[in-house]
């Protein structure tokens, strides 16, 4: 049997041009090669999965296939990479120090790579200081880190700083659109919509999460599959409950809460995504902040439709009301009253006076 390859790995950007959602540093690392303009210590920092590590990899190869060398050539005795999260010991920076003094064989450039460097202990910073503030012209360092605040100011100051960005879920999803052409896997738009809001801007995971689903789903990607192999409730789960919440129905109310628990879905997550519902209704109210909502085009037009029924008083005081459920989910001792009690005050708000005694009787 062949072996599976994980998306994240098969589909590691090569080039600067694959990298998803980082232009601005992509370019900017382009025009300092090509203008003769790379400092010699840089330091890419932000949330994992973004590509710093890809990103890293791309630049050495880039600077070491400027003097018309085998494009072929992969440079692998000219990149040293350290893990400081298992390697941050003072033996192991001087290790790395004693590579930097011989010149590279092939190439100009030899590159040091250190991922996790806030990992690195103190005494290994300050082993690290000297060298990275004047190192070999033939040295280059990248240091890469998900917690810049972890990294001591005398090091900062000697590296050029790149502030890698969170993906977008466009950006995610047009990605995992590629991909699927790529696999032959047919797709709906909000299946992979839901992938990428998953991924909450990291790629890696967006890509760990959609070889999971085609694992569970095949060769054709639902909503309603991925719905369910990722534990999360739909949005017409979310159009329905609003729709009763907007015709004060609370005994539907409450049975569609008795359903979603039957489900096994977690009622702390149900409110919160009721919460946010209720802030997409309220952006899709003016044309200035509709773009604000990252859905597919069928379900801005849903939202767009409910949004006409809910005045802008009634969507913010629902946001208040299921936000203090949210806040004081976790010391509840009766989560499910609850739950019901917000959902039975969020179906009240528009209720006639008469009409609020009746139902509370």
Do not use: W
Request: charged residues 25%; contains cysteine.
């Amino acid at each position: 049997m062949e072996q599976f390859i994980v998306s994240a790995r098969k589909y590691r950007p090569q080039t600067f041009e694959e990298v998803v959602g980082q232009q601005a540093i992509t370019n900017t690392l382009l025009n300092a090669i090509n203008n003769n303009h790379l400092a010699q210590a840089l330091l890419f920092t932000g949330p994992r999965g973004v590509g710093k590590t890809s990103c890293a990899r791309i630049l050495a190869k880039k600077i070491n296939s400027l003097d018309g060398i085998n494009p072929d050539e992969d440079f692998a005795f000219n990149i040293f990479e350290l893990d400081a999260a298992s390697n941050n010991s003072v033996e192991d920076i001087r290790a790395l120090v004693d590579q930097v003094r011989f010149p590279p064989q092939v190439g100009e450039y030899k590159v040091f790579i250190i991922d996790e460097v806030h990992m690195l202990s103190s005494s290994a910073f300050n082993a690290f200081l000297k060298t990275l503030e004047e190192p070999p012209k033939h040295a280059i360092f990248i240091l890469a880190t998900t917690e810049k605040h972890k990294i001591i100011p005398t090091i900062l100051s000697r590296c050029q700083i790149f502030d890698f960005k969170r993906i977008t879920v466009t950006d995610v999803r047009e990605h995992l659109k590629f991909i699927c052409k790529k696999e032959g896997i047919t797709y709906e738009e909000d299946a992979l919509q839901m992938i990428a809001q998953k991924s909450d801007g990291a790629m890696r995971d967006g890509l760990s999460t959609f070889d999971r689903v085609v694992s569970y789903c095949g060769n054709n990607l639902t909503r309603q599959a991925v719905a369910e192999n990722l534990n999360i409730l739909d949005y017409e789960t979310y159009f329905k409950a609003t729709d009763f919440i907007i015709d004060c129905n609370i005994p539907e109310l409450l049975i569609l809460l008795n359903e979603i628990i039957a489900k096994g879905f977690d009622m702390h997550h149900f409110i919160a995504g009721l919460a946010s519902h209720f802030r997409d209704l309220l952006v899709c109210q003016t044309s200035q902040t509709v773009d604000l909502l990252e859905v597919s085009q069928e379900i801005k037009q849903q939202y767009a439709t409910q949004a006409g029924k809910a005045n802008q008083a009634f969507l913010i005081e629902s946001i208040e009301l299921a936000n203090t459920c949210d806040l004081q989910y976790r010391t509840s001792k009766n989560q499910r009253l609850l739950v019901e009690l917000c959902l039975m005050q969020l179906a009240s708000v528009l209720a006639p006076d008469e009409k609020k005694k009746a139902q509370l009787k």
